[in-house]
């Protein structure tokens, strides 16, 4: 640690000796979110190539949105939090930021509600072993339905953390990690 200069702030000093740590961190979060965007470009693909050799999908009525129009909102408003939580973050106003993940941990269970909702009634004129199409949605719902759990895991182990704000010591940027794979699995939706 550096030496404390008169008028330097606190967070100043705790930020100097971090260099590398701090990258690695912010860089591992997002190749693990640029593999998982991989899956989910792959899943697409999938979506779209079986579409084409799959002529019963055009015969199918199309899927009812409300539950999922519903659920955008719901993840849609959870990023918003969050993100404000990220400023509250920046800003050393920790107890709002924490109050805010768990806002977000919240609407993540009530997504969660919604998905168990969106399914049972998808499984009364769709299964997974109907056809191609049955197989792919369930196969892409139930892994975004994972990562959000996965995200949920993040953002409560952060909620858990005795300090959320840069720290000299990993995780650096805890809130700011957490709330980069949140963003990224609320865009996959």
Same mark, same amino acid.
């Given at each position: 640690?550096?030496?404390?200069?008169?008028? *330097?702030?606190?967070?100043?000093?705790?930020?100097?000796?971090?260099?590398i740590? *701090?990258a690695?961190?912010? *860089?591992g979060?997002?190749? !693990?979110?640029?593999?998982?965007?991989?899956?989910f470009?792959?899943l697409?693909?999938?979506?779209?190539f079986?579409?084409n050799g799959?002529?019963?999908?055009?015969?199918?009525? +199309?899927?009812?949105?409300?539950?999922?129009?519903?659920?955008?909102a719901?993840?849609?408003?959870?990023?918003?939090?969050?993100r404000w939580?990220e400023?509250?973050?920046?800003?050393?106003r920790?107890?709002?930021?924490?109050?805010?993940?768990?806002?977000?941990?919240?609407? /993540?269970?009530g997504?969660?509600?919604l998905?168990?909702?969106?399914?049972?009634?998808? !499984?009364?004129h769709?299964?997974? *072993?109907?056809?191609s199409?049955?197989?792919?949605?369930?196969?892409i719902?139930s892994?975004?339905?994972?990562?959000?759990?996965? /995200?949920?895991?993040? !953002?409560s182990?952060? !909620?858990?953390l +005795?300090?959320?704000?840069?720290?000299n010591?990993p995780?650096?940027?805890?809130?700011?990690?957490?709330?980069?794979y949140?963003?990224f699995?609320?865009?996959?939706?």
């Open positions: 640690m550096s030496t404390i200069h008169a008028g *330097q702030a606190p967070v100043e000093i705790l930020l100097q000796p971090l260099g740590d *701090q690695r961190g912010r *860089q979060m997002l190749l !693990l979110i640029a593999t998982e965007a991989s899956l470009v792959v697409f693909f999938a979506y779209f079986l579409s799959d002529w019963r999908w055009l015969q199918q009525e +199309p899927p009812q949105i409300t539950y999922a129009l519903v659920m955008l719901v993840l849609l408003g959870s990023s918003a939090v969050l939580g400023k509250q973050v920046e800003a050393g920790f107890a709002e930021a924490r109050t805010a993940m768990g806002f977000t941990i919240l609407l /993540g269970f997504f969660l509600v998905s168990a909702f969106e399914y049972r009634g998808h !499984l009364k769709l299964t997974p *072993q109907m056809n199409y049955g197989s792919i949605f369930y196969t719902t892994f975004h339905v994972l990562h959000l759990i996965g /995200g949920m895991l993040m !953002l182990y952060v !909620l858990l +005795p300090r959320i704000g840069r720290t010591r995780p650096h940027r805890a809130y700011s990690d957490a709330a980069s949140w963003h699995v609320d865009i996959v939706w």
